[in-house]
């Protein structure tokens, strides 16, 4: 009877060693959260860097419509400038 | 013995105490670790990517900015070119877009309608040219839209002038002493042929009773143009084939010859070239 009751004993003592020794090699519950949230912020900022993404696109053609619009205002000084001397010349034609 | 349950008990408690810790998400230490530090590394990537991107996104707004200054600038030179602003530009717009409105509903008008209307037309057409003497012409909306309203008139100007009034399809001659029909088809101003004489005498069936017999200032109708209920004969037509041509049918001559029995006469075999039938409906 003693015997197996040692045997028990021994057998309790290094179970509870072992569980003790697993609980110490994994994260706490603390660190698991502390993981979860800076998944979160790595997947805030993935989507922060699509939104900037697009944004610069829609930006970049704004830009570019700009641009033609100062080529069309160019192009049409010029074409004003030469109509003008036209006009110039058809009045000074017609009051003549 | 009581030892003994005392150890069975921990023992149970122990791998309850197992079993309830294997159910919760376990993560060693060392991978905890490891993901930690992978996604420290990509919120340092990320965070470069975004302040790379707002940088980019700020310099193109600036540059947006100054295109738009640049252009706001030569819209000004435009402007002080041709002596006036935008309110000045806009006043004439108004005034094209008015002119615009007017030459549109002449272009709804029929070519006869805009044939008298050419002198209206020519005077619509020298408002709009009169813009050209303004130095706002010169702008290419303006410009183009005077052009345009310009062609528009001149279009319809031509429609109007291109009109011709449709052919009358009868004229009316006056029988005077000594006429006959034979003598009348003949002259000049009717159709210089005698052989046409039958047309007269059809188109007047109500008038003459007997072609022989015709009086002085009887009014009668000079065919011009064949009518949409009429045939006229042509050398060769027989009744069958007439009604072949008009129905579609031979056998229908019938209806031809009752509803121009009284110039066809009783002989439905001999009809003359140049008789005008009438054509019932079918």
Redo the contacts between chains.
């Keep these: 009877?003693k015997a197996?009751?040692r045997r028990?004993?021994l057998?309790?003592g290094s179970?509870?060693l072992f569980?003790l020794a697993s609980?110490a090699?994994?994260?706490s519950k603390e660190?698991?959260q502390?993981?979860d949230e800076?998944?979160a912020?790595?997947k805030s900022?993935?989507n922060?860097?699509g939104e900037?993404?697009n944004?610069?696109k829609r930006?970049?053609q704004?830009?570019q419509q700009?641009?033609q619009?100062?080529d069309q205002?160019?192009k049409?000084?010029e074409?004003?400038?030469k109509?003008?001397e036209e006009?110039e010349k058809?009045?000074q034609g017609?009051g003549q | 013995?009581k030892?003994?349950k005392v150890?069975?008990m921990?023992?149970s408690l122990?791998?309850f105490?197992?079993v309830v810790?294997a159910q919760e998400?376990?993560?060693?230490?060392e991978?905890?670790q490891n993901?930690?530090n992978t996604?420290?590394q990509?919120?340092t990537v990320?965070?470069k990517?975004?302040d790379s991107?707002?940088q980019?996104?700020t310099g193109?707004?600036d540059?947006?900015a100054k295109?738009?200054q640049?252009?706001e600038e030569?819209?000004k030179?435009?402007y002080a070119?041709?002596g006036t602003d935008k309110a000045g530009v806009d006043e004439m717009k108004a005034k094209l877009s008015a002119l615009e409105a007017t030459i549109n509903d002449y272009a709804k008008m029929s070519d006869e309608m805009l044939s008298q209307k050419i002198k209206e037309l020519d005077s619509v057409k020298a408002l709009v040219d009169a813009n050209?003497?303004?130095?706002r012409?010169?702008?290419?909306e303006i410009?183009n839209k005077v052009n345009d309203l310009s062609n528009r008139c001149d279009q319809l100007i031509q429609r109007g002038k291109n009109y011709m009034p449709p052919k009358p399809k009868h004229d009316t001659y006056v029988v005077i002493d000594g006429d006959y029909l034979w003598r009348i088809s003949s002259k000049k101003d009717v159709y210089s042929d005698p052989f046409q004489w039958m047309k007269i005498y059809s188109a007047n069936r109500d008038q003459i009773r007997n072609p022989d017999l015709i009086f002085p200032r009887q009014s009668f109708l000079i065919p011009r143009a064949q009518e949409a209920n009429e045939y006229w004969v042509m050398r060769g037509d027989n009744l069958k084939s007439i009604a072949q041509k008009v129905y579609g049918s031979p056998s229908d001559w019938v209806k031809l010859y009752n509803a121009n029995k009284s110039i066809i006469g009783e002989d439905a075999t001999r009809i003359y070239p140049h008789t005008i039938l009438i054509v019932p409906k079918n």
């Design positions: 009877m197996v009751t028990v004993l057998l309790a179970l509870m569980g609980c090699s994994n994260a660190e698991l502390q993981l800076r998944r912020q790595v900022m993935q922060k860097v900037l993404t944004e610069k930006v970049e704004e830009v700009k641009k619009k100062l205002a160019k049409e000084k074409a004003v400038l109509r003008l006009i058809a009045n017609a | 013995m030892l003994s150890c069975v921990c023992l122990l791998i105490a197992g810790s998400v376990k993560m060693k230490k991978d905890w993901e930690m996604l420290g990509q919120q990320l965070q990517q975004i991107l707002n980019s996104i193109l707004k540059e947006g295109v738009d640049e252009t030569i819209w030179e435009i070119a041709i050209r003497k303004d130095r012409y010169a702008l290419s410009y």
